[in-house]
Nanobody, 117 residues
């Protein structure tokens, strides 16, 4: 059984930093990419950052230059370093793994990130 567990969320002041970590367990084959999504109240879940098995990264425009995604597949971890946090970064952040065969997504339970004075 595949499980993803996030940690590292919390409350931080604007301009602060947080580091999110996701540890996944179970047998996962044909990983296409790993990523972090977020969902703010009343909004749709959106992709924040992703990293392919080959190491290519992609970020939503609003976090470019502030967030950094990294992974160690051998250690079954994917992390998100978040700097210069803004109130609009407040959301529940979800770890995601996409696999190729069969095509499907795995999700963590989410971790709350709150940015407030």
């Amino acid at each position: 059984q595949v499980q993803l567990q996030e940690s590292g969320g919390g409350l931080v002041q604007p301009g602060g930093s947080l580091s999110l970590s996701c540890v996944f367990s179970g047998s996962i084959r044909s990983i296409h990419s790993l990523g972090w999504y977020r969902q703010a109240p009343g909004k749709q879940r959106e992709l924040v950052a992703s990293i392919s098995r080959g190491g290519s990264t992609d970020y939503t425009d609003s976090v470019k230059g502030r967030f950094t995604i990294s992974t160690d597949i051998a250690k079954k971890t994917v992390s998100l370093q978040m700097n210069s946090l803004k109130p609009e970064d407040t959301a529940v952040y979800y770890c995601n793994i996409k696999i190729n065969f069969p095509p499907r997504d795995y999700w963590g339970q989410g971790t709350q990130v709150s940015v407030s004075p």
